[in-house]
């Protein structure tokens, strides 16, 4: 069995922490934010705070060749929703990142296409890398 090469998220991280920190905010990476829904850890990739102590949940997901990450997706936002609802207004908002040209149904996901399958997946925007860059290098989360 050959192993898969599970870095790449690495090189995501690299591009989105330099924007999030020219536009402002103050970066923790790999932060535990409680348990998951499924009972384990929640180790998040990043959490961003602006100037006014707003605090954004932001999780990376880099598929550079079709798998299963699509089916990953809804997990994580219902995930991130959760902690979002657990920390009672202490976290603002949470952004899933989708990187990397192996997505088959990243616009459906950007696009909103959870958000009438999933109650509270309006606390949860899915961006692709690049718009994220450019939201975040604004200071506009």
């Not at 384990?40 to 705070?49: C, L, T, V």
């Not at 996901?109 to 949860?124: A, E, Q, R, T, W």
Request: proline share 1%.
């Amino acid at each position: 069995m050959v192993s898969r090469n599970t870095t790449t998220g690495k090189v995501l991280e690299q591009m989105v922490l330099p924007a999030l920190k020219r536009g402002g905010y103050k970066v923790s990476t790999q932060v535990n934010i409680g348990n998951r829904i499924s009972g384990g850890k929640h180790i998040i990739d990043a959490i961003a705070k602006d100037a006014n102590e707003g605090v954004y949940l932001i999780s990376l997901k880099w598929q550079q060749v079709g798998g299963t990450a699509e089916q990953k997706v809804p997990f994580e936002v219902m995930c991130l929703a959760d902690s979002i609802l657990k920390s009672k207004a202490k976290h603002k908002k949470a952004y899933l990142i989708l990187g990397g040209e192996g997505w088959t149904l990243r616009n459906f996901f950007v696009n909103g296409g959870l958000n009438k399958h999933l109650k509270y997946g309006n606390l949860v925007q899915i961006f692709t890398l690049e718009s994220f860059i450019a939201k975040a290098n604004k200071g506009a989360l």
